[in-house]
């Protein structure tokens, strides 16, 4: 018997979830402060400037946090996300969640002010094989555009559901 149900492979190729946020310098410097990325192309303008850029950037890590809303503690599910991001792919025979994996590539800076869209879709759902039994592996693939509808990032982002 298959982990992937009817209803979550019929998902592939589909948009698991979008959302738009505006990148906000005190906010950006206030997370790469508490995660200790103290670059000066987020705080320092006239560095910025002088590497070629026309302000302050926000860090590219941010953007996702800039366009994902919170969650109460009692909507989130019991692997601590809010399955939003992901769709909300169900997975019945295979309830326990870990991140596999992501990669980001970016294009272009989100400076202040800018509205970030993010685009997520969903790539992929294949069941495998592991040394420690079956599991799903689901690769989703997001877009982040500015107001402008530049490409700012893309980034391919994998979870693992076990039974």
């Not at 909507?75 to 909300?88: C, H, I, M, Q, T």
Request: hydrophobic residues 40%; glycine residues 8%; contains cysteine.
């Amino acid at each position: 018997m298959s982990l992937i149900d009817a209803e979550s492979a019929s998902r592939v190729g589909t948009v698991a979830a979008t959302a738009t946020g505006e990148v906000n310098r005190r906010d950006w410097q206030r997370w790469a402060a508490a995660v200790g990325d103290h670059n000066p192309l987020w705080f320092d303008a006239e560095y910025a400037r002088a590497q070629g850029y026309r302000d302050i950037i926000c860090p590219p890590l941010y953007l996702q946090y800039a366009v994902l809303g919170a969650t109460p503690l009692d909507g989130l599910r019991p692997d601590g996300s809010s399955g939003a991001v992901s769709g909300s792919l169900a997975f019945p025979r295979a309830p326990k969640r870990m991140a596999g994996g992501e990669s980001t590539r970016f294009y272009g800076p989100a400076y202040h002010r800018d509205e970030i869209e993010m685009v997520r879709t969903i790539e992929s759902i294949v069941e495998k094989q592991g040394r420690s039994g079956p599991f799903v592996l689901v690769t989703w693939r997001t877009v982040y555009r500015n107001q402008r509808r530049e490409l700012v990032a893309e980034a391919t982002t994998s979870m693992i559901a076990r039974p």
